[in-house]
């Protein structure tokens, strides 16, 4: 081997040592679906990157099943999570259906605790729920009066027991008619003692939103 292949080889192999380096030392930047170039519904192409430091996952679970499907999102895509807790707690068993469609009835605001967030750091919010009595639990009514989703984008998502989204992205949209509300996934309270792993990837997938690298 001649001395300028001995170079050649050399240099190549600085390159591979400095990129995987790079990757070693930045690969923890958080970033998601680095401009993964999608295929829009409309036929468009349109590129989208999920930078998980701009994301926020949101979500309301009285029995534990959104909770889940929050935690799995999360996994995925990174970023801060958030509960939304009642300041007054909830009645449980049958109190809790009677509690509620009176809640929903009276069109009423339950308060939250503070959920320790400033809507600034976030372009990209997923917001969970649970179907109660046919809608948004009344607690994400007073969440979407609260705070102002102009020019984010909202990625709902929600369990439920044979409602699916019962119309409820529809309802966010007409909250948040400045917010780009993307598709979302209803999945059945039921089926999150299952893994839902793929169910959330294929959904994010379709989205142009790719899990966290
Ligand atoms: C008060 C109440 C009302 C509900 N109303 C509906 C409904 O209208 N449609 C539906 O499909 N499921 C309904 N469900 C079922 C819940 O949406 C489902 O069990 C969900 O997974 C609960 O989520 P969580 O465990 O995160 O609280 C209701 C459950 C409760 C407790």
New binding site residues.
Partial sequence: MNKKVMTIIIAALIVVVLVIGGFMLFGRSRSVGLDSSIENKDGGVGKTTLDSDRVLVVY????????KLAQEIYEQVGGDIRRIEPVKPYPTGQE??DY??EERDNNERPEFKDLNINLDDYDYIFVGY??????LPMMMYTFFDIYDFSGKTIIPFN??????D?GTYETIKEFEPNATVLDGLPI??GD?SKDQTDTVKEWLKGLGLDEKN
């Fill in positions: 309301f679970s009285e029995t534990g099943n959104t909770q809790l259906f509620t469609k649970p179907m109660w009595w046919y809608t369990t439920h027991e044979g409602s699916f019962g059945r309270g999150m």
